[in-house]
């Protein structure tokens, strides 16, 4: 069983930054990809960020240059670092993990993190 442990978020003014953490269960290389989404109060979960097993990455349009995705291998962890922090990215922030498979794909998923950004 895989589990996922985020950390860091917390209450930041506008205009600031956090870094997010995910530690990983086991070998993070081991998944084809892992990504932070993030769900606001009253809205569906999206997509924050995705980081494959290439070391490739993708952010959604509103983070670009904002939001960093990044891992360490060698402590299993995931980051997302967050800078110029605006309130609407107030949310909380999941960690995912995806195995590909022929059928059903395995998706993993942190308890979560709350991000508060006050203006």
């Known amino acids: 069983q895989v589990q996922l442990v985020e950390s860091g978020g917390g209450l930041v003014q506008a205009g600031g930054s956090l870094r997010l953490s995910c530690a990983a269960s086991r070998n993070i290389f081991s998944f084809h990809n892992m990504g932070w989404y993030r769900q606001a109060p009253g809205k569906q979960r999206e997509l924050v960020a995705r980081?494959?097993?290439?070391?490739?990455?993708a952010y959604a349009d509103s983070m670009k240059g904002r939001f960093t995705i990044s891992r360490d291998g060698a402590k299993n962890t995931m980051y997302l670092q967050m800078d110029s922090l605006q309130p609407e990215d107030t949310a909380v922030y999941y960690c995912?993990?995806?195995?590909?498979?022929?059928?059903?794909?395995?998706?993993?998923w942190g308890q979560g993190t709350q991000v508060t950004v006050s203006s």
């Open positions: 995912n993990a995806q195995i590909i498979r022929a059928i059903v794909d395995d998706n993993y």
């Open positions: 980081i494959n097993s290439d070391g490739s990455s």
